[in-house]
DNA sequence: ATGAAAGCGCTAACAG
DNA sequence: CTGTTAGCGCTTTCAT
């Protein structure tokens, strides 16, 4: 354990002032003898700038947060990836963060990222916009992947001072494609557009009762639900589950035994799907005869099972990759939302209604 | 954005000094009344140390770094939030990073990481020791997890310097419970008895052809294999991808179509399970009918599959959350390696050879 | 028990 | 074009 080179031994090395060093190695002006010097010097000495001193200096932490929900989830893993990916290729470092979906582990993470000073976030959020005031008013520049925060207080009338008036998106009027991305830095899937092709395509089947297996965070996609299905909806065929697999499998299995009726399920992520995949195979129920079933997120899994699952695609990767692009951009352009496009890839859950 | 207060602002505020305040806050000794008034202060002026100054001044970030081969691997997906759960008990930050496998990208990142003077990392290492000799010299404290970096240089006679020594392992004598942990600080699977207890399994049911399909990182598990199947080993039926989906999905179908006399086969990782249960599928073998298959790693999909999935479980998130525990505690004690078992779980994807 | 002061390694004025 | 200097926020002797 020798200690590493500093600027300060660069320079002297080198016979030149420490600002010199700093200049040369962040690509300011030198004269070309002065610049190779340095650069011999310090390559000599296997000089590497310590991000301690720069950051202190700066008061920043280059690189960027990522929080999610759980790493557990394979799309989330993927989102991750695509993150590291753009980062990787920034050469910035990812803090990362698993919230479990709770509010409160999310706000304590969102802490200890103001103390580390890192000012650039990436989220999957749980907590509502009061949770997420804080980091914004902090000068945190943070961009939402995969979902936005809900609005808090929304109930109590006009919408508490803080993100909320950020997130206002435009309030699902009649179909209108392409989708406006919402006002606030965000990456998110055209959940609208998946979740009624979906539901069509269930419906060309001949499915009538179709069911919806939400988690946290998938209002987006109950509210496209019940938009696609249309006026009366039957709400004893909308359930949720709170994040994790025992009480997704919960949640899939109370809704087929109390609605032997149902003929689809369209279950709004990856666990949720591998629940209901469960829960009919516990309770007899075969996939497609029995019950149709579409889930969101295409996961490397959904082939394996017997049948495939018909899925809706989501470009996890690529939603991290962007968001890691917007948030590194940031300084250059004020970044806005981002809507990816969904694609239904039919394989063998789904059969006629019968 | 309102700039966060100092800790000089908290010290004028309270009408002491700034080392006052520091030792206050860091559980030094300090009159109760100084004490109660300097956190009364601290916490109206919202007051969050900043840990960019304290890092600099100690010359190392606080946290850890976490560096896996891919996130899109649902046992990686595991240990990572193993070592995030111990973090966040911690209140330590996670750097992460993911090599893809690559050596190359890996040095990459250890150098980013001691650019960020993270002197704490764990690591599913990709490379050989040459690659985590640095890593080691410049005083990381790093610990191994799920396996080795293979040692450098072990075909030309005498291992070069490095954690090459630190490397050396019991050399496999006959087999000998409980298993000797390594001398580096690491948190490994009991892959040995893994391996050993599903061939017998398997030779148990009949089987004589027993294939082993591996990936990168699996040279221990591969060793196993051969020392449990004993004698000659046929060479054609131990084959390697090299990490991606898609080499896995080559190399299994490559297997089943080259050998179509083997009965069984272990898969040393759950995207090599999946690649194999693929392959099979496209090849129209049936499993367990005319292949069975034990797959390593119990991920919640192996249950989704038909047949359900016989795997080799380990407890991804315990080794995550235990090698997080060891990295924390490195000034302590001297963390030496810990060995956790397997468990051959059984399912339905191994039948009678017929 | 407490305050003053010295840096940690770096960058950004500011002079020269 | 280049060197000097002043901190960034914090911990830590060292006096008091």
Redesign the interface.
């Known amino acids: 354990?020798?200690k590493?080179a500093t600027i300060k031994d660069v320079a002297e090395a080198a016979g030149v002032g420490v600002a010199t060093v700093s200049r040369v190695l962040s690509g300011g002006s030198a004269s070309p003898q002065t610049r190779e010097r340095v650069l011999a010097v310090a390559a000599q000495l296997d000089y590497?700038?310590?991000?301690?001193?720069r950051?202190?200096r700066q008061?920043r932490?280059g690189?960027m947060g990522?929080l999610v929900p759980?790493?557990?989830?394979?799309f989330y893993?993927?989102l991750?990836?695509g993150v590291?990916?753009c980062a990787?290729s920034a050469?910035e470092?990812?803090?990362?963060?698993?919230t479990g979906d709770d509010p409160e582990?999310e706000a304590?993470?969102i802490?200890?990222?103001?103390?580390?000073?890192v000012d650039r976030l990436i989220a999957v959020p749980s907590g509502d916009s009061d949770t997420w005031t804080p980091a914004v008013?902090?000068?945190m520049t943070v961009v939402f992947a995969d979902r936005l925060p809900a609005m808090a207080g929304t109930e109590t009338g006009p919408a508490a001072a803080g993100v909320n008036d950020l997130l206002r998106m435009d309030g699902l009027p009649a179909a209108a494609t392409p989708p406006r991305p919402p006002d606030v830095p965000s990456v998110l899937a055209d959940d609208r557009a998946g979740i009624r092709t979906a539901v069509r395509y269930l419906r060309g089947l001949g499915h009538r009762r179709i069911a919806f297996l939400g988690g946290p965070g998938h209002d987006r996609r109950v509210a496209a639900f019940r938009e696609a299905v249309g006026a009366p909806v039957d709400e004893e065929l909308v359930v949720f589950g709170t994040g994790s697999?025992d009480s997704a499998y919960a949640a899939a299995s109370g809704l087929f035994q109390s609605r032997p009726d149902l003929s689809a399920v369209v279950a709004g992520g990856n666990v949720l799907g591998?629940a209901a995949?469960?829960a009919a195979r516990e309770l007899d129920l075969r996939v497609p005869r029995d019950v149709s079933l579409i889930m969101y997120d295409d996961?490397?899994?959904a082939?394996?099972?017997?049948p495939p699952l018909t899925v809706i695609a989501q470009p996890g990767r690529d939603m991290g990759y962007r968001a890691a692009e917007l948030v590194l951009r940031s300084g250059t352009r004020r970044p806005r939302g981002i809507v990816l496009p969904t694609e239904l890839i039919i394989r063998g859950s789904c059969g006629p209604h019968r």
Chains 1, 2 share one sequence.
Not at 48 to 53: D, H, I, N, T
Not at 70 to 74: F, N, P, Q, R, V
Not at 111 to 117: A, I, P, R, T
Not at 303 to 306: N, P, R, S, T, V
């Open positions: 354990m020798e590493r590497r700038p310590s991000a301690l001193g950051n202190l008061r932490t690189g990522l759980d790493l557990t989830d394979t893993g993927q991750a990836e590291l990916a990787r050469g470092p990812v803090v990362l963060g698993s582990q304590d993470l802490g200890m990222l103001l103390e580390q000073s008013r902090a000068g697999r591998e995949v469960l996961v490397p899994w082939e394996l099972c017997a």
